[in-house]
């Protein structure tokens, strides 16, 4: 069983107008939480609340910290199971029974969203980490 924390998000601004090269321009804070709450699957389009950004004046750099304190991504939960059975065939051969289960509940893990402020598809989830429930049996002869 895997269970772990969605990664921080860095908040970046599109397009660049800072005018420095290679340097990477972020949004300004308008002073509130872009946290939200609820389900993921009811926020796939709006993940984050876009009205927490203003674009920076051009020349300039946002104010927005390299990530964001109070918002991170879609959590991971992943479950895989295993079930095996030895039979005895004869006094030395061995018969081994497995079953295998990869995502046993089917569970999806969310990409993270946009995190370019400016794109068209700011904050929108977009993508799956994981892959589906996968099942694999198999039979292990020992002598």
Do not use: C, H, W
């Amino acid at each position: 069983m895997a269970a772990q924390s969605g990664p921080p998000l860095a908040i970046t601004n599109t397009p660049n107008t800072a005018g420095a090269p290679g340097g990477v321009q972020r949004p300004n804070s308008r002073g509130v939480s872009a946290n939200k709450t609820g389900p993921v699957q009811s926020r796939l389009d709006d993940f984050l609340d876009a009205s927490a950004f203003s674009a920076p004046e051009p020349f300039t750099y946002g104010n927005v910290a390299r990530t964001l304190p109070d918002v991170r991504g879609p959590r991971n939960s992943n479950l895989d199971l295993s079930f095996f059975k030895s039979f005895a065939v004869r006094e030395n051969v061995r018969l081994q029974f497995r079953a295998e289960f990869f995502n046993a509940f089917n569970a999806p893990v969310f990409g993270l969203p946009n995190q370019s402020f400016g794109a068209r598809n700011f904050g929108a989830i977009t993508g799956q980490q994981n892959d589906p429930r996968q099942t694999q049996l198999a039979l292990r002869l020992t002598f």
